[in-house]
Protein backbone atom coordinates (compact mmCIF):
# COMPACT_ATOMS: atom_id res chain seq x y z
CA UNK A 1 0.00 0.00 0.00
CA UNK A 2 1.24 3.32 -0.83
CA UNK A 3 1.94 4.96 2.46
CA UNK A 4 4.12 7.97 4.14
CA UNK A 5 6.10 6.02 6.09
CA UNK A 6 8.00 3.98 3.77
CA UNK A 7 10.06 5.41 1.16
CA UNK A 8 9.55 3.21 -1.93
CA UNK A 9 6.18 3.22 -0.96
CA UNK A 10 5.59 7.08 -1.12
CA UNK A 11 7.16 7.91 1.61
CA UNK A 12 9.48 9.76 -1.40
CA UNK A 13 7.21 11.98 -2.08
CA UNK A 14 6.38 13.60 1.88
CA UNK A 15 9.98 15.29 1.58
CA UNK A 16 9.83 19.40 0.51
CA UNK A 17 13.50 19.17 -0.66
CA UNK A 18 12.11 16.40 -3.45
CA UNK A 19 11.37 17.68 -7.14
CA UNK A 20 8.14 18.05 -7.29
CA UNK A 21 7.53 16.66 -11.09
CA UNK A 22 6.93 12.82 -11.44
CA UNK A 23 8.73 11.55 -14.21
CA UNK A 24 6.89 9.03 -16.44
CA UNK A 25 8.61 6.17 -18.70
CA UNK A 26 6.84 6.78 -21.51
CA UNK A 27 5.13 3.82 -22.79
CA UNK A 28 4.23 2.35 -26.10
CA UNK A 29 0.91 3.95 -27.38
CA UNK A 30 -2.00 1.29 -27.49
CA UNK A 31 -3.09 0.51 -31.37
CA UNK A 32 -5.52 -2.14 -31.18
CA UNK A 33 -7.98 0.31 -29.62
CA UNK A 34 -7.98 2.96 -33.07
CA UNK A 35 -7.69 0.02 -35.60
CA UNK A 36 -10.86 -1.82 -33.84
CA UNK A 37 -15.23 -1.32 -33.56
CA UNK A 38 -15.47 -0.30 -29.79
CA UNK A 39 -19.23 -1.41 -29.20
CA UNK A 40 -20.64 -0.17 -25.69
CA UNK A 41 -23.69 -2.90 -24.95
CA UNK A 42 -25.81 -2.72 -21.58
CA UNK A 43 -24.91 -5.78 -20.41
CA UNK A 44 -23.19 -9.11 -21.08
CA UNK A 45 -25.10 -11.11 -23.78
CA UNK A 46 -23.91 -9.37 -27.16
CA UNK A 47 -23.59 -11.55 -30.67
CA UNK A 48 -22.35 -10.67 -33.76
CA UNK A 49 -23.54 -12.35 -37.51
CA UNK A 50 -20.46 -12.73 -39.39
CA UNK A 51 -20.01 -14.02 -42.89
CA UNK A 52 -18.09 -16.81 -42.78
CA UNK A 53 -18.01 -16.44 -46.92
CA UNK A 54 -17.44 -20.27 -48.80
CA UNK A 55 -19.58 -19.45 -52.29
CA UNK A 56 -18.15 -20.80 -55.28
CA UNK A 57 -18.96 -20.36 -58.82
CA UNK A 58 -18.12 -21.87 -62.27
CA UNK A 59 -17.66 -20.70 -65.70
CA UNK A 60 -20.21 -22.28 -68.24
CA UNK A 61 -21.37 -22.09 -71.75
CA UNK A 62 -24.40 -19.86 -72.49
CA UNK A 63 -26.36 -23.69 -72.90
CA UNK A 64 -24.26 -25.41 -70.68
CA UNK A 65 -26.07 -27.38 -67.67
CA UNK A 66 -24.96 -25.74 -64.09
CA UNK A 67 -23.77 -27.61 -61.32
CA UNK A 68 -24.81 -26.52 -57.90
CA UNK A 69 -22.01 -24.62 -56.24
CA UNK A 70 -21.22 -23.97 -52.68
CA UNK A 71 -23.25 -21.75 -50.58
CA UNK A 72 -21.34 -19.04 -48.02
CA UNK A 73 -22.08 -20.14 -44.39
CA UNK A 74 -22.96 -17.44 -41.31
CA UNK A 75 -20.98 -17.64 -37.88
CA UNK A 76 -21.92 -16.30 -34.42
CA UNK A 77 -19.29 -14.17 -32.22
CA UNK A 78 -20.19 -14.02 -28.91
CA UNK A 79 -16.92 -11.97 -27.09
CA UNK A 80 -16.66 -12.60 -23.70
CA UNK A 81 -17.60 -9.88 -21.46
CA UNK A 82 -15.07 -10.14 -18.47
CA UNK A 83 -13.38 -6.68 -16.67
CA UNK A 84 -9.86 -5.75 -15.90
CA UNK A 85 -9.16 -4.42 -12.92
CA UNK A 86 -7.32 -2.79 -10.76
CA UNK A 87 -6.68 -2.53 -6.57
CA UNK A 88 -4.11 -0.30 -6.01
CA UNK A 89 -3.66 0.93 -2.22
CA UNK A 90 -2.46 3.88 -0.29
CA UNK A 91 -3.19 5.00 3.22
CA UNK A 92 -5.57 7.87 4.09
CA UNK A 93 -2.09 9.59 5.35
CA UNK A 94 -0.62 9.40 1.96
CA UNK A 95 -3.96 10.35 -0.15
CA UNK A 96 -3.78 13.99 2.40
CA UNK A 97 0.09 14.76 2.96
CA UNK A 98 1.62 13.82 -0.43
CA UNK A 99 2.68 17.22 -2.54
CA UNK A 100 0.85 15.96 -5.63
CA UNK A 101 -2.37 13.93 -6.61
CA UNK A 102 -1.85 10.52 -5.25
CA UNK A 103 -5.24 9.98 -6.72
CA UNK A 104 -4.71 11.59 -9.99
CA UNK A 105 -1.38 9.74 -10.37
CA UNK A 106 -2.87 6.50 -9.56
CA UNK A 107 -5.58 6.70 -11.90
CA UNK A 108 -3.59 7.40 -14.57
CA UNK A 109 -1.18 4.54 -13.64
CA UNK A 110 -4.39 2.50 -14.04
CA UNK A 111 -5.36 3.72 -17.45
CA UNK A 112 -1.53 3.16 -18.42
CA UNK A 113 -1.82 -0.89 -17.37
CA UNK A 114 -5.21 -0.80 -18.27
CA UNK A 115 -4.33 -0.18 -22.36
CA UNK A 116 -1.27 -2.46 -22.00
CA UNK A 117 -3.39 -4.92 -21.20
CA UNK A 118 -5.43 -5.03 -23.46
CA UNK A 119 -2.65 -4.39 -26.15
CA UNK A 120 -1.49 -7.61 -25.11
CA UNK A 121 -5.21 -9.70 -24.85
CA UNK A 122 -6.12 -7.96 -28.33
CA UNK A 123 -3.35 -9.04 -30.05
CA UNK A 124 -2.38 -12.62 -27.95
CA UNK A 125 -5.36 -13.32 -25.67
CA UNK A 126 -6.20 -17.02 -24.83
CA UNK A 127 -10.16 -15.61 -24.75
CA UNK A 128 -10.21 -16.99 -21.16
CA UNK A 129 -11.64 -14.32 -19.35
CA UNK A 130 -10.47 -11.43 -21.31
CA UNK A 131 -10.55 -10.88 -25.26
CA UNK A 132 -9.33 -13.95 -27.69
CA UNK A 133 -6.05 -12.28 -29.86
Do not use: C, H
Not at 65 to 88: D, H, V
Amino acid sequence: ALQVGTDEDGGYAVPEALDRNILTLLKDEVVMRQEATVITVGGSDYKKLVNLGGTASGWVGETDARAQTATSKLGLIEPFMGEIYGNPQATQKMLDDAFFNVEAWINSELATEFAEQEEIAFTTGDGTKKPKG
